[in-house]
């Protein structure tokens, strides 16, 4: 099963719960109050996803490792470039 999958079979679980609890399509007799806080539950649950994914991109941006090796190359790269730049004639 891919993740595409996964994730649209939880989806549908949980959007097929809400109908249950919200509009009561089997007569299930579910209380009033339960109806009122199933309503605005795809709004929470959106609020909750987008607080969730800017909290993983805020940890994952701060524990980003840096690679000093890959920087150093980098560098050795540039100085190579510019002298090879310099002698086929280029002013910077």
Same mark, same amino acid.
């Given at each position: 099963?891919?993740?595409?999958m $996964?994730?649209?079979?939880g989806? !549908?679980?949980?959007?097929? /719960?809400?109908?249950l609890?919200?509009?009561?399509?089997?007569?299930?007799?579910?209380?009033?109050?339960?109806r $009122?806080? /199933?309503?605005?539950?795809?709004?929470?649950?959106?609020? !909750?996803?987008?607080?969730? !994914?800017?909290?993983?991109?805020?940890?994952?941006?701060?524990?980003?490792n840096?690679?000093?090796?890959? /920087?150093?190359?980098?560098?050795?790269?540039?100085?190579e /470039?510019?002298?090879?730049?310099?002698?086929?004639?280029?002013?910077?």
């Amino acid at each position: 099963m891919t993740k595409f999958m $996964e994730w649209l079979f939880g989806v !549908s679980v949980v959007l097929a /719960a809400w109908v249950l609890v919200a509009f009561d399509p089997l007569d299930l007799k579910v209380p009033h109050p339960y109806r $009122e806080v /199933a309503w605005p539950m795809p709004l929470y649950l959106l609020v !909750s996803f987008g607080c969730y !994914s800017l909290l993983t991109v805020g940890y994952r941006v701060a524990t980003f490792n840096d690679c000093q090796e890959a /920087a150093e190359e980098l560098q050795a790269q540039i100085k190579e /470039a510019k002298k090879d730049l310099k002698k086929k004639g280029l002013r910077m």
